[in-house]
């Protein structure tokens, strides 16, 4: 008889689309790999809160939806939007305000080739593009300042004030040092637009490198970020781990995923590092409304996304055994039409699950 030694409480937050099929399938995924690893076990509470239900109740979240969140230890977030609501309109419905009032002030964005799986780069192999992006996840073009002025369309003025703060700026910093140091290479890449943006990018620059002072380990450099998209594309070896602002690193990343085989992989974290709140799991492709209903979405970055959950949750030897399943099933061609293959969301999802069982 073994003994569960913990539960662990996950509100699910499936949303719209394809949002809904890949969180069924992590749901299947982790509940196999803790039937098979018996140590930690889920609850899940699902959330339904969705375009779908914004249309017809006029809410996303209801008023003490952030309260219950909290309640929990960890969310897993599928995809939001729908094309009948403005996508500013469920994105500051649900996930930003899920960001800003759970402190999730850091966005973890891995990317690498996984085995059995190609870049749209000539000779890029595995091994060749292994990056981390540290996004700002809190503040900077994101931070909701602005309005417009002049009622109506005609000569209208808007202003979208991207707000900066050094201490916004250390913390993220000081994330973005300790994943550098944690990983081989122990390198990190700073992206800003300092030339032309003379005040906040300004800061960023000074932050970077009053910190790199206490972590004279890593090697540091130093990118504007139009550059940055041509050293993506032409040198990906150089690069490693990249610290960007919330508006630059939300691009970069979906360059790096395209870049990696397909934005149906890549995975992104939320993350309080000060765990006094819940931290967020989700992949960074969107709802894909092209898609949407047809079973064949790519589950590969739900599952990495559950991954990264199960590792901040503690469960190291549970993140490993579900991303050596993962990697084994893609490696026997086992994949989605985004990366090339000709399986469904199903057959991957069962076979990823078969995997786990083989390699406990
Ligand atoms: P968002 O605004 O939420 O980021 P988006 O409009 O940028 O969404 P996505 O939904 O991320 O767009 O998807 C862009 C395209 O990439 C989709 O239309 C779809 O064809 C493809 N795609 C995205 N995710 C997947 C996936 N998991 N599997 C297969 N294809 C995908
Ligand atoms: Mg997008």
Redesign the pocket.
């Known amino acids: 008889v073994h003994e569960v030694s913990r539960i662990y409480n996950i509100a699910c937050i499936p949303g719209d689309g394809?949002g809904v099929d890949?969180t069924n399938a992590a749901i299947q995924v982790l509940n196999k790999l803790s039937s098979t690893l018996k140590t930690f076990e889920f609850d899940f509470k699902t959330y339904d809160w969705s375009s779908k239900a914004y249309l017809e109740r006029g809410w996303y979240m209801p008023p003490d939806g952030l309260a219950q969140l909290k309640t929990h230890d960890a969310i897993y977030f599928g995809?939001v939007?729908w094309p009948a609501v403005p996508?500013h309109i469920s994105l500051w419905s649900l996930i930003l305000p899920i960001r800003k009032a759970l402190n999730q002030y850091v966005n973890v964005r891995p990317t690498r080739i996984l085995q059995g799986t190609k870049s749209p780069l000539e000779g890029c192999q595995v091994g060749d593009l292994d990056w981390v992006i540290v996004r700002e996840n809190s503040e900077g073009e994101y931070s909701g300042q602005g309005g417009t002025s002049h009622e109506g369309f005609e000569n209208a003025v808007a202003t979208e004030v991207a707000v900066f703060t050094q201490v916004g700026i250390e913390r993220i910093m000081r994330f973005a040092f300790e994943t550098a140091r944690a990983r081989p290479r122990r390198k990190l890449t700073l992206v800003t637009k300092s030339n032309a943006q003379r005040h906040g990018m300004v800061l960023w620059d000074k932050v970077f490198y009053e910190v790199a002072k206490e972590y004279e380990d890593v090697e540091t450099d130093k990118m504007l970020v139009d550059a940055m998209t041509v050293r993506m594309v032409l040198h990906p070896k150089s690069l490693d781990t990249i610290v960007a602002t919330n508006l630059h690193a939300d691009i970069l990343s979906d360059l790096a995923a395209a870049l990696s085989g397909?934005?149906?992989i890549a995975p992104s974290s939320n993350l309080d590092p000060t765990r006094k709140f819940p931290s967020m799991f989700e992949?960074i492709?969107?709802?894909?409304p092209?898609?949407a209903g047809k079973g064949i979405?790519?589950p590969v970055?739900a599952f990495w996304s559950a991954a990264e959950m199960v590792r901040w949750l503690g469960q190291e030897k549970g993140a490993d055994v579900l991303m050596r399943a993962v990697e084994n099933v893609t490696a026997r061609g086992f994949k989605?039409r985004?990366l090339g293959g000709e399986r469904n969301t199903k057959e991957v999802t069962d076979s990823v699950c078969e995997e786990i069982e083989k390699l406990v």
């Open positions: 394809i890949i995809a939007g996508d397909s934005i149906g992949p492709h969107g709802s894909a092209d898609i979405a790519n970055g989605t985004d």
